[in-house]
């Protein structure tokens, strides 16, 4: 029998001066850019579909009633870390302290369960992941093995059962992979953020339309800055592809991300956030006992 199909929509929560290329430059913004949440939610709303929102833990407390009313909406919230670091540079014992802190606090901020995680810069290993399963979390959706991207080292999910492309299972604990789809013999991320805004619509296109024809399962992430109506600051210390990189695209992502949706929907995705998903592989997993 044909596995039902899922995709997750998702939005790394994170303030403008966040991204990685402006953070890591030291350049001051004082812009969040955050309508770009908004936005993307009222994209997101009229196709019915409920989101998953790995907000960063520091931020939480000044964007709360927004959160709030995203909650009673439907739409799910998970973390992506206490501040905007990298995990794998953050010793173990302080990476803890600091992820068990940012958990309560958003659970008692936002009164629901904080059970799932994604690391800022998608960089995780092993043992910072075992941490996650340490403190209580189901799932992180961390692993896009994909070597050119900054911050990420080669982290094998050895022990873990696939359960599906980029679904992966250990002890009551899922790891949520990016998707990828190959590329001269080489994966290239087709989940979103800037691979698929900065890239030609044509070749992403056809590399996602072939991806989902051939899977059961899909993720799609951004960041609220790539869907923003405000003026994207120019900041003229920044290296020129990074320039490129906080503008290109900005325009036109709403319209790809309609492109994907539909796409999903034609080929007879189901749309869930990250906490329903987990039930579900809960269930298939009994069934197959
Ligand atoms: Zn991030």
Redesign the pocket.
């Known amino acids: 029998m044909e596995q039902k199909k899922y995709a997750v929509f998702t939005m790394?929560v994170?303030r403008f001066s966040?991204?990685?290329c402006i953070y890591s430059s030291g350049i001051q913004v004082n812009v969040d850019l955050m309508d770009g949440l908004d936005e993307y939610l009222s994209i997101l709303d009229k196709y019915h579909i409920k989101s998953t929102l790995?907000t960063?833990g520091e931020l939480a407390p000044r964007i709360a009633d927004r959160l709030r009313s995203y909650i009673h909406r439907g739409h799910q919230i998970a973390l992506?870390?206490y501040s905007?670091v990298a995990p794998i540079t953050v010793p173990l014992e302080q990476f803890r302290e600091k992820i068990r802190h940012a958990k309560q606090r958003m659970q008692e901020l936002l009164h629901v369960d904080v059970v799932g995680f994604?690391?800022?810069?998608f960089s995780m290993d092993k043992d910072h992941l075992n941490v996650l399963k340490e403190l209580g979390f189901l799932y992180d959706s961390s692993f896009l093995d994909f070597q050119p991207a900054r911050h990420t080292v080669k982290w094998d999910l050895q022990n873990f059962k696939q359960l599906r492309e980029n679904i992966f299972h250990l002890d009551n604990f899922y790891e949520f992979g990016l998707s990828r789809e190959k590329v001269l013999g080489l994966p290239f991320p087709i989940s979103g953020g800037g691979y698929v805004r900065l890239s030609n619509w044509g070749f992403v296109k056809t590399l996602i339309q072939h991806y989902i024809h051939h899977n059961d399962y899909y993720v799609f992430y951004l960041?609220p800055f790539e869907l923003t109506k405000q003026k994207i600051p120019f900041l003229k210390e920044l290296k020129s592809y990074d320039k490129y990189y906080i503008k290109q695209g900005i325009q036109t992502y709403s319209r790809r991300i309609e492109q994907i949706i539909l796409m999903l929907q034609k080929s007879g995705y189901e749309f869930v956030t990250f906490e329903q998903l987990v039930q579900i592989m809960n269930k298939e997993a009994c069934a197959t006992v």
């Open positions: 790394d994170e966040d991204t990685e790995f960063v992506h870390s905007h994604r690391a800022p810069c960041h």
